[in-house]
Nanobody, 126 residues
Framework: QVQLVESGGGSVQSGGSLRLSCAASAYTHSFYCMGWFRQAPGKEREGVAVIDSDGSTSYADSVKGRFTISRDNAKNTLYLQMNSLNAEDTAMYYC????????????????????WGQGTQVTVSS
């Protein structure tokens, strides 16, 4: 049973930074695609950033230039560095992983990810 465990969430003021981590119980090199999704109260879960096993990345327009996704296969860990946070970034953040290649147009679609963490809350106050 693959487990993904997120950490690093918390409360921060607008303009601040946080670094999320996702520790995997399996070798992350076995996951072709890994990503971060978020869900704000009353809203659908949306894709934030995705990284392939070859290091190629995709970002939602709302976080481009502010967030950076990375993975350390030696540590079986996925990261999300979040800078210049604002109130619109407030949400529960989830780590997700897929053992299969996902076409670029589908990378932010939840259905293509088989493994999910429990989430870590990020709250940004203005």
């Amino acid at each position: 049973q693959v487990q993904l465990v997120e950490s690093g969430g918390g409360s921060v003021q607008s303009g601040g930074s946080l670094r999320l981590s996702c520790a995997a119980s399996a070798y992350t090199h076995s996951f072709y695609c890994m990503g971060w999704f978020r869900q704000a109260p009353g809203k659908e879960r949306e894709g934030v950033a995705v990284i392939d096993s070859d290091g190629s990345t995709s970002y939602a327009d709302s976080v481009k230039g502010r967030f950076t996704i990375s993975r350390d296969n030696a540590k079986n860990t996925l990261y999300l560095q979040m800078n210049s946070l604002n109130a619109e970034d407030t949400a529960m953040y989830y780590c997700a992983a897929s053992q299969y290649r996902i076409s670029w147009w589908a990378r932010f679609q939840k259905a293509f990810y088989a493994y999910w963490g429990q989430g870590t809350q990020v709250t940004v106050s203005s």
